[in-house]
């Protein structure tokens, strides 16, 4: 049953010296800067960076400013001017196809806004258009048709060679754009309802003959910004931006029933300059999922996943991940900056994803500031679920996963300590974990690692015997500065 309520969740800096007194010093000054370069040169290459669109990185910050807005919208129009009636019942999808294609030929001016008044607006797919803002008053529900015909096929992304659950197209999400750029989806706490159980009950029943479509996908596009609305009951992921770069998703409410499937709340994949922030997200799998290609087909289209943030951002899925990467990673993933994340009632908070056939690469990964309450495991790395596009994957092509730092976790209710699993054949290496506590009744006290290297300080209860700690100053992981606290 649809519903279409509203809510909005509003939820090393390094300095050193080098001042030799006097001539009688010049050999003890070498020998000690020949030991730093020496320490530093074996350390991980954790960067020192601020993340894109945060002028500074420390405190209560925002990364919004990806999106820079145009021109003003030249000319603001309704629904209703194209013929659009909002009764829940008559369908809209002409209209709103009709809209968008007048209202492109404003673009060159600055563009248009395509207002949706108080009301349910029922719809099959359509596409926007650059320098476009579809915005949703209070009370303004749009509604996804329950006619798969209304959600025409098209062709599979190509770093996953084929649609993602069946072979094959796919089919299109209820709203669509590529090659776009200057797109804004918002409003004054509007929503959109996919009605996804006619979708999910496909899946369960074994009759779904294409892969399913989004609630909102963006392609190969530029400078887009989704806020202020909230988002129900996708048939699949639910905000998708693939190809992407400078994309903004902020003060969301993401809702879909805790059994449905595959209900993702957010997914980058493959995209550059990403800002996820302030939003509240339950559903059926993970809330925010990084992903990047699948097996040959990702490792062959090269697009990765790189300069995003997460923060802010809280929920539940009782099946799967706060934060998940992976495990479509094969075009790489790599600096990631995850902060401010409160879990609850969930598998995981943190899982890093991959398998054999991946090959790829996920690299400079921060995760600081996660609280949790009722989470099996906290954090975990897993492997292997044999899930691949065909035969064809190469089962030498194995990840590379290195620089993972994870500070200022507490998690309560806890069932087991962390899991961490690398993979056969190659080791993670560089997983820096400090200041850490898991507590629950009849908790599995013993961290799980396998085929992982790195150090760890401040954890309850202890870890395990592949993470070190060193009882000196020259570590790599403790003197760390991170500049995200």
């Avoid at 960067?47 to 500074?56: H, T």
């Avoid at 691949?388 to 030498?396: A, G, L, M, S, T």
Wanted: aromatic residues 8%.
């Amino acid at each position: 049953m649809s519903t279409c309520d509203m809510a909005v969740y509003i939820r090393p800096w390094v300095q050193f010296f080098k001042n030799p007194w006097r001539s009688s010093w010049a050999v003890l000054c070498i020998a000690l800067a020949l030991l730093v370069l020496t320490w530093t040169h074996a350390m991980p290459a954790w960067p020192i960076r601020f993340m894109p669109g945060s002028s500074e990185v420390a405190g209560p910050s925002s990364c919004s400013d990806l999106y820079q807005p145009g021109r003003p919208r030249k000319v603001v129009s309704s629904i209703k001017e194209f013929g659009g009636v909002g009764d829940g019942i008559t369908s809209n999808t002409e209209a709103f196809r009709k809209a968008v294609k007048q209202l492109s030929k404003h673009g060159a001016d600055g563009g248009a806004q395509l207002n949706v008044p108080s009301g349910r607006w029922l719809t099959g797919s359509f596409n926007l258009t650059s320098h476009f803002t579809l915005f949703l008053e209070e009370g303004a529900c749009i509604l996804g048709s329950q006619d798969p015909q209304d959600w025409p096929l098209i062709e599979p992304l190509p770093s996953y060679g084929r649609g993602r659950e069946r072979l094959g197209p796919r089919h299109i999400s209820l709203i669509h754009g590529n090659g776009l750029t200057d797109v804004v989806i918002t409003g004054n706490n509007g929503s959109i309802d996919g009605q996804g159980r006619m979708w999910w009950e496909l899946w369960w029943n074994r009759t779904l003959n294409y892969t399913r479509g989004h609630l909102v996908e963006i392609m190969n596009s530029n400078n887009i910004l989704i806020s202020n609305l909230t988002f129900i009951n996708s048939p699949f992921w639910t905000i998708h931006p693939v190809y992407c770069s400078n994309v903004v998703i902020k003060n969301m409410t993401i809702r879909a029933r805790l059994n449905s499937p595959n209900t993702d709340g957010i997914d980058p994949d493959s995209s550059t300059n990403v800002c996820i922030e302030d939003c509240y997200i339950e559903s059926g799998d993970d809330l925010v999922a990084i992903k990047s290609g699948w097996d040959q087909y990702g490792i062959k289209t090269a697009r990765p996943s790189s300069n995003i943030t997460v923060q802010r951002i809280s929920g539940t899925t009782p099946t799967c991940s706060g934060i998940g990467i992976g495990s479509e990673m094969s075009g790489g993933v790599s600096n990631i900056l995850i902060r401010d994340l409160h879990v609850y009632n969930s598998s995981s908070a943190l899982r890093v994803k991959s398998d054999r056939g991946r090959g790829g690469y996920i690299t400079n990964v921060t995760v600081t500031n996660i609280t949790m309450e009722h989470v099996k495991i906290p954090i975990r790395f897993s492997r292997g679920a044999n899930d691949h596009p065909d035969q064809n994957f190469d089962p030498k092509a194995l990840p590379k996963v290195s620089n993972i730092y994870i500070s200022n976790v507490v998690g309560e209710g806890v069932k087991r300590a962390p899991v961490l699993e690398g993979i056969d054949g190659t080791v993670y290496e560089g997983i820096c974990i400090q200041n850490v506590s898991f507590k629950g009744d009849k908790m599995k006290e013993k961290w799980q690692c396998e085929l992982v290297k790195g150090e760890v300080y401040d954890a309850f209860p202890n870890p395990c015997d592949q993470l070190v700690s060193r009882n000196t100053s020259f570590s790599w992981c403790r003197n760390r500065q991170f500049l995200g606290r």
